[in-house]
T-cell receptor, first 112, second 112 residues
Framework: DGGITQSPKYLFRKEGQNVTLSCEQN?????MYWYRQDPGQGLRLIYY???????QKGDIAEGYSVSREKKESFPLTVTSAQKNPTAFYLC???????????FGQGTRLTVV | QKEVEQDPGPLSVPEGAIVSLNCTYS??????FMWYRQYSRKGPELLMY????GNKEDGRFTAQVDKSSKYISLFIRDSQPSDSATYLC????????????FGKGNQVVVIP
């Protein structure tokens, strides 16, 4: 089945640690995105990539980093510089400009 | 003014009622409009995708776009308890930028 796979579904992190969230897609989409979702805030764009080896900051990139070494993979690292990392993280992909985005099932990150 | 405004609700309706959701937007460059449904702790799934002003129907769902008023709507007929979810509107500009702009989401509860 084609789709977007995010792992793990739940993740716990101690304060001061970096953690990497995985996102893999087999839809052959060029563009991939990371969003953060908090209650009452909707989806906020962290980073996006329109092509392999290229990515741009979104609206809330501080404290996050990404890489796009392969078309199918777009991992997100939440660094210790992110002051409030507890949230629901969503990865998405799309086939290019003006096309819809398809989402993974999300990763719930909790800082303990 | 935010690019996309969506009343977060919640909206409670009895089973069988018509659910009416809407979003307003400020950027006249938006040309492509989507509605996503998101169940609790899951990723958003695409419900409707429209381009032109007017109505688009898919089963019990109707999406309406009024570009002159910068207003989009989603109607759910004969609502079912399984329609209980958060509904997010999203839109993309007609230019080369592929960034989606989301509303905050509207929580809907259908009471049996």
């Amino acid at each position: 089945d084609g789709g977007i796979t995010q792992s793990p579904k739940y993740l716990f992190r101690k304060e001061g640690q970096n953690v990497t969230l995985s996102c893999e897609q087999n839809l052959n989409h060029d563009a991939m995105y990371w969003y953060r979702q908090d209650p009452g805030q909707g989806l906020r764009l962290i980073y996006y990539s329109q092509i392999v080896n290229d990515f741009q900051k979104g609206d809330i990139a501080e404290g996050y980093s990404v890489s796009r070494e392969k078309k199918e993979s777009f991992p997100l690292t939440v660094t210790s510089a992110q002051k409030n990392p507890t949230a629901f993280y969503l990865c998405a992909s799309s086939d290019g400009p003006k096309t819809v985005a398809f989402f993974g099932q999300g990763t719930r990150l909790t800082v303990v | 003014q935010k690019e996309v405004e969506q009343d977060p609700g919640p909206l409670s309706v009895p089973e069988g009622a018509i659910v009416s959701l809407n979003c307003t937007y400020s950027n006249s460059a938006f040309q492509y409009f989507m509605w996503y449904r998101q169940y609790s702790r899951k990723g958003p799934e695409l419900l409707m995708y429209t381009y032109s002003s007017g109505n688009k129907e898919d089963g019990r769902f109707t999406a309406q776009v009024d570009k002159s008023s910068k207003y989009i709507s989603l109607f759910i007929r004969d609502s079912q308890p399984s329609d209980s979810a958060t509904y997010l509107c999203a839109m993309i500009s007609g230019g080369g930028n592929n960034r989606l702009a989301f509303g905050k989401g509207n929580q809907v509860v259908v009471i049996p």
